[in-house]
């Protein structure tokens, strides 16, 4: 089993930016597949960002490249997503996810391919 704990959502202006840090515990054998999603209300849950722990490989949704940057800890497992340049487009639940590596990038901001999610926490970009 695997726990998530997200924190640091908050209230941006425009052009700011928040990071918010995922810390997961459990089975770390079930989590080598971390990622950031996002639902606004009345939307689809959004595949943001994720990245492969075997490799660090890195994968972004087209909506945040460039401004999103997600990464791991070098101390701990801890996982975060550095937001910049938010708009209040990117208002929305942001939710952190672990599952296994599917072996294909091509599935890892899909919302089936993972097994755990957090509890969410809320990011509000004012214009």
């Known amino acids: 089993q695997v726990q998530l704990v997200e924190s640091g959502g908050g209230s941006v202006q425009a052009g700011g930016s928040l990071r918010l840090s995922c810390a997961p515990s459990g089975s770390s054998s079930d989590r080598n597949l971390m990622g950031w999603f996002r639902q606004a209300p009345g939307k689809e849950r959004e595949g943001v960002a994720a990245?492969?722990?075997?490799?660090?490989?890195?994968r972004y949704a087209d909506s945040v490249k460039g401004r999103f940057t997600i990464s791991l800890s070098d101390r701990d497992d801890t996982v975060f997503l550095e937001m910049n340049n938010l708009t209040p487009e990117d208002t929305a639940t942001y939710y952190c996810a672990a599952g296994q590596f599917p072996f294909t990038f091509t599935r890892v901001l899909q919302s089936g391919t993972y097994k755990y999610w957090g509890q969410g926490t809320q990011v509000t970009v004012s214009a």
């Open positions: 990245i492969y722990t075997g490799s660090d490989t890195p």
